[in-house]
């Protein structure tokens, strides 16, 4: 605590930023949907796009996942056979 006249300055020490960033986390956790608050955002979903669209939609949604963990597994094992290729010894009679 730092004094400055009749003021009284508190000097940031540990744990006041340390309770400062748990209120913030706290806070944005308030905003966050609840269980009853997923129930109304499904059905205004629902009323959006309709009981046909929806399946349309996840089946979409399934194909881009998918799509995007196949490339991440191909990017891993080009990866690793790069690795492997470095790794590999040099046999010195094929020079």
């Known amino acids: 605590?730092?004094?400055c006249g009749e003021n009284v300055i508190f000097a940031p020490t540990s744990?006041?930023?340390?309770s400062n960033k748990l209120m913030t986390n706290l806070l944005l956790l308030g905003f966050l949907p609840s269980g009853s608050e997923w129930i109304i955002i499904a059905l205004v979903i629902l009323l959006l796009?309709?009981?046909?669209?929806?399946?349309?939609?996840m089946r979409g949604l399934g194909k881009g996942v998918k799509s995007f963990k196949d490339g991440v597994n191909e990017a891993?094992?080009?990866i690793n056979k790069a690795k492997d290729e470095l790794d590999k010894p040099v046999d010195p009679s094929k020079n």
């Open 1 to 3: 605590m730092l004094l």
């Open 76 to 78: 891993k094992d080009e």
């Open 49 to 57: 796009f309709g009981g046909k669209k929806i399946p349309e939609l």
């Open 15 to 18: 744990r006041n930023l340390l």
